[in-house]
C-alpha cells in the first residue's frame, strides 16, 4: 500500500511573513500520518525559520534543489550536508524549471539523485514532457527516457528514497490539468518502465506523484486513479483555503 503524498512547491514566492502565516495555517491541520504525507517546499532562505516553526508538526518541509557535492567552490549552491544541518528532510530535484531555465541535464540530475540516496536523504524526482512532444506523440518515450537516465545506476535498494513526479511541462502554471486518465496512462507507464528496469514489486512500491495545474476541484478525480498516488503544487499550494482542501481530498 502506498502512501498518499501532498506537496506544495512555493517556487520563488512569498515573504517571510506571508510564508510563516502559512505555515502556521497548515501546522493545525489534522491528518493521518499513516495514510498521508505532507510535505512543502519553500525557498531556501526560509528554510531554518520554517523548519523551526513546524517544529512537532507533522508536516515536512523540502528543499526546490540541492548540489550533488557535500561542500566546496561552488558559488551560490547548497548542500545535502547543509540542508540536513537545519532540519530539512529531503528535496525535489529535475523540476522542469530547472531543466528548461538553468539547462540542468538527465546527468546532472543522476548525479543529484546518486548523492542523495548515498545520503538517505529522500527526493521528489521530477520529470515530464512539453507540449511538441505530446503533440508528437513521443510523451511516453520522452518521460520514461528521463526516468531511466535520472535513475541510471541507482539500485534497487536504494528506491526507497525517491519519489517520483510526473509534471507535464504544458500543464504547470498554465491552469491546463492532464485529464485524470492521461496522467493515469503514463504513471502506468512509468510504473511499467520500473518494473522492467527492476522488478514489479518495486514498481508497485514507488510513488508517483501528478503535478500541472493541480486545484482543489481536480484533486478528487486524479487522486482516484490507480497509479496517482498524490499531488505536487504548486500556484494552489500558496493559498491556505486552496492547500488545505487539496491535502483533505
Ligand atoms: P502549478 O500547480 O502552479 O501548475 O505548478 C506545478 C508545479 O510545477 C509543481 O512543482
Redesign the pocket.
Known amino acids: 500500500m502506498r502512501k498518499a503524498l501532498i506537496?506544495g512547491?512555493w517556487?520563488m514566492n512569498l515573504n517571510l511573513e506571508e510564508a510563516a502565516l502559512l505555515v502556521n495555517r497548515l501546522k493545525s491541520i489534522d491528518f493521518d500520518e499513516s495514510e498521508k504525507e505532507v510535505i512543502i517546499a519553500p525557498s531556501f532562505v526560509y528554510l531554518p525559520e520554517l523548519v523551526k516553526l513546524l517544529k512537532d508538526s507533522r508536516v515536512k518541509i523540502f528543499a526546490q534543489n540541492v548540489h550533488h557535492e557535500k561542500s566546496g567552490a561552488f558559488t551560490g549552491e547548497i548542500s545535502i550536508d547543509m540542508l540536513k544541518n537545519i532540519g530539512v528532510s529531503g528535496s525535489?530535484v529535475g523540476?522542469?524549471?530547472r531543466r528548461i531555465i538553468f539547462k540542468e541535464t538527465d546527468e546532472l540530475i543522476n548525479k543529484k539523485i546518486k548523492t542523495a540516496v548515498k545520503e538517505k536523504f529522500p527526493i521528489i524526482f521530477?520529470v515530464g514532457e512539453t507540449l511538441e512532444q505530446r503533440m508528437a506523440d513521443v510523451h511516453e518515450e520522452v518521460v520514461n527516457t528521463q526516468v531511466g537516465l535520472g535513475l541510471e545506476g541507482i539500485d534497487e535498494i536504494d528506491m526507497n528514497h525517491i519519489t517520483i513526479?510526473y509534471?507535464p511541462v504544458w500543464?504547470?502554471?498554465?491552469?491546463k490539468t492532464a485529464s485524470s486518465s492521461d496522467a493515469e496512462a503514463m504513471h502506468k507507464s512509468i510504473r511499467n518502465f520500473l518494473a522492467k528496469k527492476y522488478n514489479k514489486a518495486l514498481a508497485d512500491s514507488i510513488r508517483i506523484l501528478y503535478?500541472?495545474?493541480?486545484?482543489p476541484e481536480n484533486i478528487s478525480e486524479l487522486m482516484a486513479m490507480e497509479n496517482i498516488d498524490g499531488a505536487?503544487?504548486?500556484?494552489?499550494?500558496l493559498k491556505a483555503e486552496s492547500f488545505i482542501k487539496i491535502i483533505n481530498y
Open positions: 506537496a512547491n517556487k525535489i523540476h522542469s524549471e521530477c513526479a509534471e500543464a504547470i502554471g498554465t491552469g503535478g500541472g495545474s493541480v486545484k505536487l503544487v504548486g500556484g494552489a499550494s
